[in-house]
């Protein structure tokens, strides 16, 4: 069997494999891309499951044996009923969850400014040991706030 490589850089932890069943033709005895009657033995072989979940068990079966025996099958979206998003919908969400999350951060550091500016104030206000004592205590309810984030 002949193999060709494409790359996808901006793909995620999928790997996409192409591969053609190379066949000799019996009039001509020249090498010929066959797919469709290498499939259809395919899909006997494997019950009667559609020719493309047959191939995708086969190359699974194929790995695990002479890769990696933890590589694992993923379960068919016909059963898990998942739906699935396409690459540049992902990514737009990803985008999208992101500008939210930073906007989320901003307004936290600015609630934490917020927060010092108050405490530098009550400083200045605080005036007996029993003040003081409540202010520390204030400060590092504060400090814990913020090494939470």
């Known amino acids: 069997m002949r193999h060709a490589w494409i790359s996808d850089e901006t793909g995620g932890g999928n790997v996409d494999v192409f591969v053609a069943p190379i066949r000799i033709d019996g009039r001509s005895k020249t090498p010929t891309v066959s797919h469709s009657k290498p499939l259809t033995e395919l899909r006997l072989r494997r019950a009667p499951r559609m020719a493309y979940v047959a191939l995708q068990d086969d190359w699974a079966d194929h790995c695990r044996r002479h890769l990696d025996p933890e590589i694992r099958r993923g379960v068919p ?73």
């Open 77 to 149: 979206k016909a059963e898990t009923r998942i739906q699935h998003l396409e690459v540049e919908a992902f990514k737009a969400a990803g985008l999208k969850a992101q500008r939210r999350l930073k906007a989320r951060l901003a307004g936290l550091d600015a609630d934490l400014l917020r927060l010092q500016e108050m405490l530098a104030r009550a400083r200045e206000i605080v005036a007996t040991a029993e003040e003081r004592e409540a202010l520390e205590n204030m400060e590092g309810e504060c400090e814990a706030i913020a090494g939470r984030r």
